[in-house]
């Protein structure tokens, strides 16, 4: 029931993204507007259980939303895999008086929750938080959008040394299940070519297409390869391989790594963070539970966890067409 709800709590779990600080401002702030506790909890459902929790109000975020990381920690916890840490977990809610949770993270943290919502009966609401955009029921995960800006900025700059010395760079980007960031990134930075974990499209061809590069007269290239690229090489190994038979490219490699995950949030993650927050609170108070809010055609919508955590999301093909297009 709507009224029985008088304290919130809200953590981040898994790996960080940018927009998560955007994203408990929000939900802190929804909570002293409607004029109910916010309950930060800390280092996720490791926090939970060892009820490491602070009272937050609207001032307790100040200028935060800018901020990349997240104030109230991250964590990966296996004792609230077993049935034993949930139970502590709940026990540490009641005595705290803690009525419902904001879970801000991915696919293992929302599985996480549902599971403790099925056995306790307790109201759960799902944020999206992730760089990896691979979410069901949501265009947009938190963090994806820097993510994609930072990836962008970084190609950039190798781009201009790469045309100075007439270069080959393989740019390693994150991604071990899909390819949102390469493809997404790939595109923005013009690319000559992308490897994603969803296709494979075999060593031959991308010895032709960097031989029809060279030929057309390209100075220099970008090949973006998302870490679980399906061509069976890393990207030192890819080096080795088109240096042994295109020995006409003089080959580097870059791997962009943690950066990726960092940084301040761009105004698009900012603001949806901000919206999340507020329908995350509003729907828990409207008696809904066990849902993830999610982003699509611009409107706010809520799926079941069930249905969110199901797959990833599939790869958008009309964008690896314009890529394919692009490449020409
Ligand atoms: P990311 O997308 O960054 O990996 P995530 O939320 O998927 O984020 P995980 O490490 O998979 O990150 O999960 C975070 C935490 O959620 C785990 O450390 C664990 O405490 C909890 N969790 C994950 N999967 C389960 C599960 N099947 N049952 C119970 N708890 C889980």
């Known amino acids: 029931m709507a009224s029985e709800i008088k304290k ?5 779990s898994g790996g960080d993204s940018p927009g998560m ?15 109910i506790e916010c309950v930060g909890i800390y280092r996720g459902y490791q926090g939970m259980i060892e009820g490491d929790f602070k009272t937050l109000d609207a001032r307790s975020v100040n200028n935060i939303i800018n901020k990349g990381g997240t104030i109230l920690k991250s964590a990966r916890c296996e004792e ?13 809610l009641i005595k705290e008086g803690i009525d419902a949770f904001v879970v ?18 307790f109201p759960v609401m799902g944020i999206p938080g992730t760089i990896d955009n691979d979410i069901l029921g949501t265009s947009y995960t938190l963090g994806f959008d820097t993510a994609i800006n930072t990836v962008v900025e ?25 390819g949102h960031i390469a493809l997404n990134a790939g595109v923005g930075a013009g690319a000559e070519e992308i490897l994603i974990p969803e ?29 679980g690229d399906r061509t069976g090489k890393n990207v030192f190994e890819l080096k080795e391989y088109v240096e042994q038979h295109l020995p006409i490219y003089d ?30 609170v509003e ?22 966890i069930a249905d969110a955590i199901k797959a990833h999301t599939e790869i958008d093909e009309e964008l690896l067409r314009v890529s394919d297009i692009m490449t020409t």
Not at 8 to 12: H, K, R
Not at 80 to 92: E, L, P, S
Not at 104 to 121: D, K, R, Y
């Open 21 to 35: 600080n955007a994203a408990i401002r929000s939900v802190v702030r929804t909570c002293a507007y409607l004029k």
């Open 104 to 121: 801000i993270g991915g696919n293992g943290s929302f599985h996480g929750a549902m599971l403790f919502n099925q056995e306790f009966g």
């Open 154 to 178: 970084a190609v950039d700059k190798i781009r201009d040394t790469a045309s100075s010395h007439n270069r080959l760079f393989f740019v390693e980007v994150m991604g071990r299940d899909v």
């Open 251 to 280: 080959v580097r490699v870059s791997v962009l790594g943690h950066m990726q995950r960092g940084g301040n949030p761009t105004c698009y993650d900012r603001v949806l963070a901000s919206r999340m927050g507020v329908k995350a």
């Open 8 to 12: 919130i709590g809200v953590f981040t």
């Open 283 to 304: 729907s828990l108070l409207e008696g809904k539970s066990n849902y993830m809010v999610g982003i699509r055609d611009t409107k706010l919508v809520l799926t079941p």
């Open 80 to 92: 609230f895999r077993t049935k034993q840490g949930r139970q502590k977990a709940y026990d540490q």
């Open 199 to 227: 296709q494979n499209l075999g060593l031959e061809r991308l010895l032709e297409s960097l031989k029809r590069s060279k030929a057309s007269g390209k100075s220099s290239s970008i090949v973006i390869v998302a870490e």
